[in-house]
Antibody
Framework: EVQLVESGGGLVQPGGSLRLSCAAS????????MNWVRQAPGKGLEWVSY????????YYADSVKGRFTISRDNAKNSLYLQMNSLRDEDTAVYYC???????????????WGQGTLVTVSS | EIVLTQSPGTLSLSPGERATLSCRAS???????LAWYQQKPGQAPRLLIY???SRATGIPDRFSGSGSGTDFTLTISRLEPEDFAVYYC??????????FGQGTKLEIK
């Protein structure tokens, strides 16, 4: 069974930093691209960042470019999101979501974790 | 950047009725790289449809997707009580890598 479990959320002051983690199991993590998607309270879904299976390709939404860094450790089956210079508008539930493979690069996000809440407030 | 616009914002129907949800893209979606998700309160989104019309694993056949280019539709043939939720469309593969529509809330009439 595919499982994605996020952790690392919490309350942080504006301008602060936080590192999110996503532990994957039930599939060959190193074969899949991964994503972070967020959802502000009562709002819709916003894609945040993408990392390919080998970490060779990385994309960011304009709203987080230069402040957030995505990374992964295939040996540990883990995905990360380093968030710096946090703003009030970064307050959201952050989900990790599985993407495509080396063979099927472009794919919908088929499995999602339950999310971790990040609150940016003074 | 492809912008997805979903309509209606809220759809009020009764169990047993047919639901038709629309997703319109600001430009053509490559190779029908269009997906639909269902989200219930407090839960993560669940993939229903990918490639515009292919059902994801375990999704009942009352859910169907159609469309191409800029106009896409999610149809639920006969609503079950558990189908009342928020539905999002998503395009993938065009810059930015993923974009979502703003959602349609399907509520019980």
């Amino acid at each position: 069974e595919v499982q994605l479990v996020e952790s690392g959320g919490g309350l942080v002051q504006p301008g602060g930093s936080l590192r999110l983690s996503c532990a994957a199991s039930g599939f060959t993590f190193s074969s899949y691209s991964m994503n972070w998607v967020r959802q502000a309270p009562g709002k819709g879904l916003e894609w945040v960042s993408y990392i390919s299976s080998s970490s060779s390709t990385i994309y960011y939404a304009d709203s987080v470019k230069g402040r957030f860094t995505i990374s992964r450790d295939n040996a540990k089956n883990s995905l990360y999101l380093q968030m710096n210079s946090l703003r009030d508008e970064d307050t959201a539930v952050y989900y990790c979501a599985r993407g495509g493979t080396i063979v099927v690069v472009v794919a919908a996000t088929d499995y999602w974790g339950q999310g971790t809440l990040v609150t940016v407030s003074s | 950047e492809i912008v997805l616009t979903q309509s209606p914002g809220t759809l009020s129907l009764s169990p047993g009725e047919r639901a038709t949800l629309s997703c319109r893209a600001s430009q053509s979606v490559s190779s029908s790289y269009l997906a639909w998700y269902q989200q219930k309160p407090g839960q993560a989104p669940r993939l229903l449809i990918y490639g515009a019309s292919s059902r994801a694993t375990g999704i009942p056949d009352r859910f169907s997707g159609s469309g191409s280019g800029t106009d896409f539709t999610l149809t639920i043939s006969r609503l079950e009580p558990e189908d009342f939720a928020v539905y999002y469309c998503q395009q993938y593969g065009s810059s930015p890598w993923y974009t979502f529509g703003q959602g349609t809330k399907l509520e019980i009439k």
